[in-house]
Nanobody
Framework: QVQLVESGGGLVQAGGSLRLSCAASGTIYLINRMAWYRQAPGKQRELVARLTSGSIPNYADSVKGRFTISRDNAKNMAYLQMNSLRPEDTAVYYC???????????????WGQGTQVTVSS
């Protein structure tokens, strides 16, 4: 099994910054993709940023130029640097990883429990 644990959420004023971290642990052979999603109250979960091995990052239009996703493959970590935060960025942020646990067993999506980000105006 694979566990994802997010950290770094909290309350910040509009215009401020936060850095989210996601630690993946367990039986991991290879991580192909790590991503951040968010879900605001009453809304569907949406992709914020995605980083696939060997590819350039993808971002939601609403966060381009403000958020940066990065990975530390040696540590099985992902990060989301969030700058110029807005009240509409308020949501629970979830880490997602596409993982192969052993050679030849295929890939599985895993999710973290989420971390709350609240941006006050």
């Amino acid at each position: 099994q694979v566990q994802l644990v997010e950290s770094g959420g909290g309350l910040v004023q509009a215009g401020g910054s936060l850095r989210l971290s996601c630690a993946a642990s367990g039986t991991i052979y290879l991580i192909n993709r790590m991503a951040w999603y968010r879900q605001a109250p009453g809304k569907q979960r949406e992709l914020v940023a995605r980083l696939t091995s060997g590819s350039i990052p993808n971002y939601a239009d609403s966060v381009k130029g403000r958020f940066t996703i990065s990975r530390d493959n040696a540590k099985n970590m992902a990060y989301l640097q969030m700058n110029s935060l807005r009240p509409e960025d308020t949501a629970v942020y979830y880490c997602n990883a596409y993982v192969a646990t052993t050679v030849g067993r295929g890939w599985t999506d895993y999710w973290g429990q989420g971390t709350q980000v609240t941006v006050s105006s």
